[in-house]
């Protein structure tokens, strides 16, 4: 990246950042085009939302998806919520573990937390309470109670 590309890219994740959600789309989309996942994971989510455009649920879980591959690991665990959810891709729980397991292996506490909740609850996948209180471990909580 040339030093006017970081002063661009930098501009884009501040308008971000300030919810100047047009410029920022404007800023950023060359970068999700160019393969730049940071990039792609800020688009995702004004289509997903409707930031600066009109909210596109396909964009947003193309540019996610797109992103989550390339390991980013916000990306990883927001998909793995589309997944969870249903939003804007058809509902699938192994489809959300999975996504959730691969930004927990990154570290994500909250990918962890949230697998953990979907085993202790039956979320989309097979109840395992064993399971549930291993991740709730992993992820710093003392689950006794489990």
Not at 33 to 50: L, S, T, Y
Request: hydrophobic content about 40%.
């Amino acid at each position: 990246m040339s030093e006017q590309d970081d002063m661009n890219f930098s501009s884009g994740v501040a308008a971000f950042e300030t919810k100047s959600f047009s410029q920022a789309m404007r800023l950023l989309n060359p970068y999700a085009e160019e393969g730049d996942a940071e990039a792609q994971f800020r688009v995702a989510i004004m289509h997903q939302n409707g930031l600066g455009v009109v909210a596109n649920p396909m964009t947003a879980y193309k540019w996610m998806k797109t992103a989550a591959e390339q390991g980013l690991a916000m990306a990883q665990h927001s998909l793995g919520f589309m997944y969870m959810e249903g939003e804007c891709v058809e509902q699938n729980g192994e489809k959300a573990v999975e996504w959730f397991s691969k930004a927990a292996d990154q570290g994500l506490v909250g990918s962890l937390t949230t697998l953990a909740m979907m085993y202790e609850e039956g979320k989309g996948i097979e109840r395992d309470l064993e399971k549930a209180r291993e991740l709730y471990k992993k992820a710093g909580f003392d689950q006794e109670e489990i």
